[in-house]
Every structure is written in structure tokens, then in C-alpha cells.
């Protein structure tokens, strides 16, 4: 038996588009701070894959197999509860996340804590005790390609705002990646990220 996960799909075109999503389930990791110099942030990406192959290998003993998901993560600054993102103009180092791996539905709760507590013996990695699985739930969401550095995002990000503000919707969550190319090794022009956020009528 395979059981495929659907992976995050990258857009023909550019354009925003609107997508109603059903609950995932994921492993998720918290963090603060500049990705690109927060060894925290290094930590929680090392932290999640290592779980995730983990994973993968102990389900295709079980039976089923599912390929490794992107990473994605949700990002804000203050009040998690009305949570805001600038990522052009914020100091990054106030910088709020948490960076998460999409897994099967049928990884239990009690498999998860067998599997985890079986890499932490293993491995001893930092923060691999801290590594959640939570069902995610976002519903409707606008969401648009970018194609190039994560620096460049600001008018991806200004352009995605204004599609969702002239179809009467208002952001209901947390500013949402998903990363498409691996960018420990793409040039940077050449990354492919999704930038999604939830949405409401307003």
C-alpha cells in the first residue's frame, strides 16, 4: 500500500490565486530571530528533516510510503495573536517562527513518540525534543509564486496583498512559505517559494 502525500504544487503562472486547503498534519518547531545567522534557526530545520526521513523509513516498514515534504514556515512579529510581517523593512532578529514539515495522516500520535524518542537515542540532536505534531488547519488561502531571493519578496508579497484587498478578503493568519527549491544549494535567483496567507470576507 502507498499512501502519497500532495505535495505543495508551484503555479503555471505567477499570478495570486485562491485555494480552499484541508487540514494537514505536521511536525512543527518554534524559533526566533535573523534565519540567516540565528543558529536556532539552523537547529529546527536539522531538528525536522532528521524526524521526517525517520519517519518516512519506520511507515515504509509498516507498509506505506510518502516522499519527504517541503519545508514551510509561518512567520510574525509581536502579538502572535494579530500577528503582522514586514519582510523588507523589520529588523529580522525580532523575527518570529515556526517551521514545520507536512506528514501523513496516518502517523498516530503514539507512532510519532516512538519514532522521535528512537532518533533523540540516536542522534541527539538540539531541540528534537521540542518537535510537535499538530494537525494545521487554514482553510481558504491566496497565495502566489515567487521566483528569486528571499530579499526581493517585498513586491511578490505587496502584489499578493492587493489581489487579496480587490476580492473583498481580509488576511486571517500568519504570513505562510513554503519552499519549493532547497536553498541550501539553488542560486538564489532561481528559488521558488510559495507565499500564502488565510483568508476572510470581509
Given at each position: 500500500m502507498n499512501t502519497l502525500l500532495k505535495a505543495p504544487r508551484a503555479p503555471k503562472r505567477h499570478d495570486p490565486e485562491l485555494l480552499q486547503l484541508p487540514p494537514v498534519q505536521c511536525?512543527?518547531?518554534?524559533?526566533?530571530?535573523?534565519?540567516?545567522?540565528?543558529p536556532a534557526f539552523k537547529t529546527a530545520v536539522s531538528a525536522l528533516y532528521s524526524l521526517?526521513?525517520?519517519?518516512?523509513?519506520?511507515l515504509k516498514k509498516l507498509g506505506t510510503e510518502h516522499k519527504v515534504q517541503?519545508?514551510?514556515?509561518l512567520w510574525w512579529m509581536g502579538n502572535e495573536q494579530a500577528p503582522e510581517f514586514d519582510a523588507v523593512?523589520?529588523?529580522?532578529?525580532?523575527?518570529?517562527?515556526?517551521?514545520?514539515?507536512?506528514?501523513p495522516d496516518h502517523l498516530t500520535?503514539?507512532?510519532?513518540?516512538?519514532?522521535?524518542?528512537?532518533?533523540?537515542r540516536k542522534k541527539g540532536l538540539d531541540r528534537l525534543s521540542e518537535v510537535r505534531l499538530e494537525t494545521f488547519t487554514e482553510g481558504q488561502v491566496a497565495q502566489v509564486l515567487h521566483v528569486g531571493p528571499f530579499s526581493a519578496e517585498g513586491e511578490t508579497?505587496?502584489?499578493?496583498?492587493n489581489s487579496i484587498a480587490a476580492q473583498a478578503l481580509s488576511i486571517s493568519g500568519k504570513h505562510h512559505e513554503i519552499y519549493l527549491s532547497d536553498f541550501t544549494r539553488a542560486a538564489p535567483e532561481k528559488l521558488k517559494t510559495l507565499i500564502r496567507y488565510p483568508v476572510t470576507s470581509r
Open positions: 511536525l512543527m518547531l518554534d524559533g526566533t530571530g535573523d534565519p540567516n545567522t540565528a521526517s526521513y525517520a519517519i518516512k523509513f519506520a517541503p519545508l514551510e514556515g523593512q523589520a529588523s529580522r532578529e525580532h523575527w518570529h517562527w515556526t517551521l514545520m514539515i507536512q506528514q500520535p503514539a507512532l510519532f513518540e516512538q519514532i522521535r524518542s528512537e532518533v533523540i508579497i505587496e502584489r499578493l496583498h
